[in-house]
């Protein structure tokens, strides 16, 4: 049976390196802030709102690689633990309730 | 920021691709009565769809219920332009149809955008007989439901085929400009004709 010791867990997840997003030119940072980034948070974002000079094709192609490998890949990685911790059985003790 | 899946994100690059590409090509008034405003995976298709019939200045489709696919015809000045500048190049240096320069490029970026699918079939209908003949030349696309055939694939096709038509079409355009101004500073061509005169 899997057991996880909850103090290590979270010992080591502040231990882990911070995510650092990967250098940018400043059309595909234009699009990772003003496209992905709104529609990360929720909001909506019109063509009309997005300045068609600022980046080129090349630009959405590195930011569907970015999407890809790093954040879809990272959000699968996050999405497994998630579910594993979940299905974890609790493990019964005796502890002082005071 | 929060990292996150985001449902559609990829077709939504797709339709910023598409975009992108018609503002580069001066016809960006086709987003603008086309496409839905907000970027979102449930307009894709629509935006899409509107970019195929519009791209070209003439569009006809049918559908074979049978058989199951759809035919579009496509029709521009540019492609009757091009395919005038195909039978004047034809005439002028006695060249059949066939060897015709401006028939075979048209075909390989035919080919080229168009024949990366098996359920996409297509017919460049150019025509060097006659300067009339040319100027009914046309684009006849088949296209057969297929999953790995998207909309925004042939949108971006027939976006790139349009460019290519009307790139050399321009280009025509400036050699004759340079061609007639040149001959109209040329002070040789002047004298010559002054002496032709007075004689």
């Known amino acids: 049976m899997l057991q996880v010791c909850v103090k290590q867990l979270l010992s080591a997840i502040q231990s882990a390196e911070a995510f650092t997003l990967p250098e940018m030119d400043t059309g595909t940072a234009y699009l990772y802030n003003n496209l992905y980034g709104k529609l990360a ?42 579910m594993t911790l979940r299905h974890m059985n609790p493990i019964c003790k005796i502890v002082n309730y005071v | ?56 200045t003439g569009f006809h489709n049918d559908y074979e219920d049978d058989e199951e696919y759809e035919i579009m015809i496509f029709t521009d000045d540019v492609i009757s332009k091009y395919y005038c500048l195909a039978w004047e190049y034809g005439w002028s240096h006695n060249v059949s149809h066939n060897e015709n320069p401006y028939v075979i490029e048209a075909k390989r970026e035919a080919n080229r955008w168009l024949g990366y699918c098996f359920s996409i079939g297509y017919k460049l209908l150019g ?73």
């Open chain 1, 41 to 82: 948070q929720g909001e909506d974002v019109g063509l009309s709102n997005l300045d068609m000079t600022a980046f080129d094709t090349d630009d959405i192609a590195s930011l569907k690689e970015l999407y890809t490998e790093v954040f879809e890949a990272n959000s699968h990685a996050a999405s497994g633990l998630t």
């Open chain 2, 1 to 56: 920021m929060m990292i996150d899946k985001l449902e559609g994100f990829e077709m939504i690059l797709d339709t910023l691709t598409v975009a992108k590409e018609l503002h580069d090509i001066d016809r960006y008034d086709i987003v603008q009565t086309q496409f839905f405003d907000t970027l979102c995976l449930d307009a894709f298709y629509e935006n899409m769809l509107g970019v195929i019939a519009s791209v070209f």
């Open chain 2, 127 to 199: 025509y060097t007989r006659t300067k009339k003949t040319a100027m009914q030349s046309k684009l006849v696309v088949y296209s057969a439901p297929c999953e790995c055939c998207s909309f925004d694939s042939l949108a971006y096709s027939l976006l790139q085929l349009y460019q290519f038509f009307a790139r050399k079409c321009e280009e025509h355009r400036e050699r004759v400009t340079k061609v007639r101004d040149a001959a109209l500073e040329n002070p040789a061509i002047t004298d010559a004709r002054e002496g032709v005169m007075a004689a």
